[in-house]
């Protein structure tokens, strides 16, 4: 149903409400409270404190308004408010109409906050509301909503009442999707009833419950969401790749390092999957420099050997160039062939693997299919020579289509989201042709609580590399205020005259109005602090190739400092980099500290990570950072701390846009869930209003 219909809403006050993304009245209940004030108890005056929010029931003794004899257009409303014990000034600003529309002997309910002004008691620009039995805008638990220009929280207020109305009256804009034996089951608030208690609660109890009520919605559609997609994908096939044996044990020998244990499990079990014929789905997570490249090269080599091909889809065009420098040293003893595939720089493996058109018909296949592996050999095709592409989202895009894939390798997946992952599988089928799905494998070393992974990513086994390699030393980690400035800049100084090289990691590009220091400004500062020293920039605004000459030069050692913003967050790896220094740490998550904090400690040197923060009080937050080296520990408490939105960023597209409600530390809340959808699913289409609801989300995210 669109807004129309409702008191006040016009052409002009649509287009606001746009722009906060309510179009219809479904839309517009969903727009949530971001948080409430308690003006409910009613305080007498004469009980009135300094700074405290109060609500106060009493009748207007008189009100005037003047301008301000300092600023023409600035007015000045001021009242007094009588009640049983006593009266109190009232004072709003630019504001005149209020004098109409309260005028003396009017019984009202005002509520504000109480400040001192001239040594006496004075209620400052407060709400509102005539004296009636059923209050909106005092005299309650009142929400307060995120606003856009123009738009006022007594205007949305107004309007969400409106639309609260006409859902209770006749349940004509949204009906109650779960079934009765569920709501009945988990003590669950009807939806009508819990959107009236979201947005005007009688108690914070009843706020608590229509909280429970609608996270357990989100939850439960996210969790039906990867019940299916585990369902659909049971029902694909995937080229079933043997293991070699002695060559991937060769090529583990002939590594510079030892596996960790965990490394071992995580490959063995890819490997494992890569035989089936149902696609691998698998996210392997691992803590910062827990070695997820070399696992996942195992995989690819197997691939590979088996005449097909493996794809790695990286973020950005700086670490798929590294991701390609490292792989295809790691095969130069063998004849397996690596291809890099980014915007600016296209480097063919040994055939043709990256079409700009459909393939012709290839002796792989046959009928669209891939043939086993015994009539491969009879087709002509020798073991090894299949091979590996290494890329960015150009990866993706329409005309790009891979003949004999098998293998599809996302890092940093929570960057590219649901349909980009999807869209990389389907570049596997060229139009006119049916071919196998390829086996999926998902890379992040963004640590996620165990929780939290199970749910967002429940449609995929999970791996986990929580060992480090061996003869790494923990990064020695501080934590500066502005006022220790000097002490870290003789440290800086120590740090340069032993050639260490450093980063500077800044918020900002350019300078802005919140104050965060940025690239440009950072720089400047740097050159004239160490003038002896070569500095140098990098962000993502720069072009391609000049990104791509800096981390070359800051690699070879040719630059002493490197100032740059998040773009060296993930996989940049400069072993003989060993000072991090992030500014403006407040302007980070724990979760990207840890990543930044990850760009050193990459070899048998001792690094350090110096955490700077220009605010004038200890952030706690910051102080757990220094303390604790764990990703996992950290992600935990970040978690709880901000929620997943502010942790992880939009980690999957149609996902995490449903969590508006939702708490995925609670436990109790999250097995619940999990227990009611796996109830629900295998009998779906008996409950055509939930089985909607899903089928409407899946086609969502896959259009976004």
Not at 186 to 192: A, E, K, V
Not at 532 to 539: D, P, Q, T
Request: aromatic share 8%; hydrophobic share 40%.
């Amino acid at each position: 149903m669109m807004l129309t219909g409702l008191h006040g809403v016009g052409t002009a006050i649509q287009q606001k409400l746009r722009r906060l993304a309510i179009t219809t009245l479904t839309d517009l209940l969903y727009h949530f409270p971001a948080h409430y004030e308690d003006f409910s108890n009613i305080t007498a005056i004469t009980a009135c404190a300094t700074d405290q929010a109060v609500t106060i029931l009493g009748t207007i003794k008189k009100i005037s308004t003047r301008r301000s004899w300092k600023r023409r257009r600035f007015t000045i409303t001021e009242a007094t408010i009588t009640d049983a014990s006593g009266d109190m000034r009232v004072i709003w600003f630019n504001q005149a109409y209020i004098a109409e529309q309260l005028p003396a002997n009017t019984l009202v309910y005002l509520s504000g906050k109480i400040t001192l002004y001239q040594k006496k008691l004075v209620l400052n620009n407060p709400v509102y509301e005539l004296y009636k039995t059923e209050t909106v805008h005092t005299a309650r638990i009142v929400p307060r909503y995120a606003l856009t220009t123009g738009l006022t929280h007594k205007q949305l207020r107004y309007f969400i009442k409106q639309a609260l109305q006409i859902q209770t009256t006749n349940y004509s804009i949204i009906k109650d999707w779960l079934p009765a034996n569920i709501l009945d089951q988990y003590q669950l608030l009807p939806i009508t009833q819990a959107l009236q208690a979201i947005h005007f609660p009688n108690s914070w109890a009843e706020l608590e419950q229509a909280k429970y009520r609608l996270g357990f919605d989100e939850l439960l559609l996210v969790l039906l969401f990867v019940q299916a997609t585990r369902a659909s994908l049971a029902k694909e096939t995937a080229p079933s790749i043997p293991f070699a044996k002695t060559p991937t044990k060769t090529l583990v020998d002939r590594l510079p390092f030892q596996l960790t244990n965990d490394q071992r499990v995580a490959a063995w079990d890819i490997i494992k999957d890569l035989q089936h014929t149902t696609p691998m789905n698998r996210l392997l997570e691992g803590d910062v420099g827990s070695g997820k490249t070399v696992v996942a090269a195992l995989a690819m080599y197997n691939v590979a050997l088996a005449c097909y091909q493996a794809v790695l889809m990286a973020p950005t065009e700086l670490l798929a160039e590294q991701h390609y420098h490292t792989i295809k040293q790691l095969f130069s003893h063998t004849n397996i062939n690596v291809g890099l595939w980014t915007r600016s720089k296209k480097i063919a493996a040994s055939f043709p693997s990256v079409l700009p058109h459909p393939p012709t018909p290839s002796p792989l296949r046959r009928g669209g299919e891939f043939l086993p592996s015994p009539l491969r050999r009879r087709a002509g095709d020798e073991v090894g020579s299949g091979e590996i592409i290494i890329g960015t989202q150009a990866l993706i895009q329409k005309n790009v289509h891979f003949p004999k894939l098998a293998l599809v390798v996302v890092d940093e997946q929570h960057r590219f989201g649901v349909t980009q992952r999807q869209q990389l599988k389907q570049v596997a089928t060229p139009r006119g042709a049916s071919l196998l799905t390829p086996h999926l494998l998902s890379m992040t070393a963004t640590p996620i609580p165990r929780s939290l992974a199970l749910t967002i990513y429940g449609d995929l086994d999970l791996s986990l590399l929580a060992q480090l390699p061996k003869n790494r030393k923990p990064i020695i980690t501080k934590l500066f205020s502005t006022e220790q400035r000097l002490v870290l800049q003789k440290i800086i100084t120590e740090h340069l005259a032993n050639q260490a090289q450093i980063y500077v990691v800044v918020p900002r590009i350019e300078e802005k109005d919140d104050g965060a220091r940025s690239v440009q400004t950072e720089y400047k500062h740097w050159q004239k602090l160490f003038p002896n020293y070569r500095i140098a920039y990098l962000h993502g605004q720069l072009p391609t190739e000049e990104k791509q000459a800096v981390m070359e030069q800051f690699r070879a050692g040719k630059i002493a400092v490197l100032i740059t913003t998040t773009v060296i967050e993930v996989g940049v790896d400069v072993p003989n980099a060993t000072v991090m220094i992030i500014e403006g740490a407040e302007h980070f998550g724990l979760a990207q500290l840890h990543q930044l904090r990850g760009r050193v400690g990459r070899s048998h040197q001792q690094s350090y990570c110096y955490v700077c923060t220009d605010v004038a009080y200890p952030i706690k937050r910051l102080q757990y950072f220094v303390k604790n080296h764990n990703g996992f520990a950290l992600a935990d408490y970040d978690l709880k701390l901000r929620g997943p939105g502010a942790v992880y960023g939009a980690i999957q597209s149609g996902y995490f846009n449903q969590f508006k409600i939702a708490t995925l530390s609670n436990t109790k809340q999250l097995q619940q869930v999990k227990a009611a959808a796996a109830t629900l699913y295998p009998n779906i289409k008996r409950y055509p209003a939930l089985h909607a609801k899903l089928q409407h989300m899946i086609k969502r995210v896959h259009l976004e």
